[in-house]
């Protein structure tokens, strides 16, 4: 089973001012708050603006929007690094196009394996590597929240599991002692035999006489 640990997508909503120009909304490949133009181009790319082309409110929101994607960015790496080997994917980001042409993240997840190995002890230690994940950013979300309470209950499981396998030994342990310890007093209760020429020797003598 996977579960993805999310941040969910927060739309950060444009100025009236923004949303009135029309090409405030035009989609490009670049991605985050650091996309380029094109190499030996001295403007912004084509369906891109430069902060001189926006107006006071449009700036505001591309900052906002550039706020939101470092901390969403930061969050689902912080899933990743924490996750290691059960992380099964990449993180997938949401993103919402800001007055500058430019895409943000807003929302995102990370795939988390949770499905448990047969091994109680295998078991703990993978549940408490996904809580760790589940809980590693600054600011988990519902989602995260769920996720860590999955792998306690993970943990439980594997301790419970744990302990009968070592009851079980424990017992079987202290029935073997218990035998060891029965044997010579068995040994004791048990009737002398003594070598037939030592009961001869032992035995009462009789004698008789007989006369004519």
């Keep these: 089973m996977q ?10 909503s444009a100025p009236a ?6 090409d405030a909304a035009v989609a490009t490949e670049q991605r985050g708050s650091d996309a380029q133009g094109p190499a030996g181009e001295s403007g912004p790319p084509q369906g891109q603006r430069g902060p001189l082309d926006l107006s006071e409110a449009e700036r505001a929101l591309v900052q906002q929007l550039q706020q939101r994607d470092r901390a969403v960015r930061a969050h689902e790496l912080a899933h990743v690094a924490a996750g290691g080997q059960y992380v099964t994917s990449p993180a997938n980001y949401q993103y919402q196009v ?4 430019r895409r943000y993240a807003v929302g995102g997840e990370v795939s988390i394996d949770t499905s ?13 590597v996904i809580e760790r994940a589940a809980l590693a950013p600054v600011d988990p979300s519902p989602q995260d929240y769920r996720v ?3 792998a ?11 302990a009968a396998e070592q009851l079980e030994e424990r017992t079987a342990g202290e029935g073997s002692e218990r035998f060891a310890a029965d044997a010579p007093a068995a040994e004791e209760r048990a009737p002398r035999v003594l070598p037939l020429e ?12 007989l006369r004519a």
Excluded: C, H, N, W
């Design 3 to 12: 579960i993805a640990a999310v941040t969910p997508p927060v739309p950060v």
């Design 17 to 22: 001012a923004a949303r009135a120009r029309p």
């Design 98 to 101: 800001g007055p500058d042409g």
């Design 116 to 128: 448990v190995p047969a091994d109680p002890e295998e078991a703990l230690a993978k549940a408490e």
């Design 148 to 150: 860590a309470a999955r």
């Design 152 to 162: 306690r209950q993970m943990a439980a499981e594997a301790r419970r599991e744990l």
């Design 198 to 209: 030592t009961e001869q020797a032992l035995a009462p003598r009789s004698s008789f006489s």
